[in-house]
């Protein structure tokens, strides 16, 4: 997965594009694909493995999702299953 910061570019229509919120301290908002597509924000927690600096992992409420940090620059983050 690859992602730009807001306002990076703009991008062609598109019916559904994720979107992550991370802030400093340790906050998490981010896009739900509805399947209604009545789209909203939901809210959780963000944090780097303690043991692994490049794996970052997501409290999604009913899930935990870790992933691996490709790349991270100011322009993008890329990221890969963990």
């Given amino acids: ?3 730009r910061p807001s306002g990076y570019k703009t ?3 598109s019916r ?3 979107e992550y919120v991370f802030y ?3 906050k998490l908002k981010w896009l739900y694909l509805s ?3 009545a789209h909203h924000f939901k809210f ?3 944090w780097l493995d ?3 600096a490049n794996i970052i992992h997501f409290d999604m409420g009913e899930r935990v999702e870790s992933w ?3 790349e991270l620059t100011k322009d993008i983050l890329r990221i890969s299953r963990n």
Avoid: H, M, Y
Wanted: aromatic share 16%; net charge positive; charged share 40%.
């Fill in 1 to 3: 997965r690859i992602f």
């Fill in 11 to 13: 991008f062609r229509p």
């Fill in 16 to 18: 559904f594009r994720q």
């Fill in 24 to 26: 400093a301290d340790g």
């Fill in 35 to 37: 399947p209604v597509d």
């Fill in 44 to 46: 959780g927690k963000w």
């Fill in 50 to 52: 303690s043991e692994k």
């Fill in 68 to 70: 691996e940090i490709q």
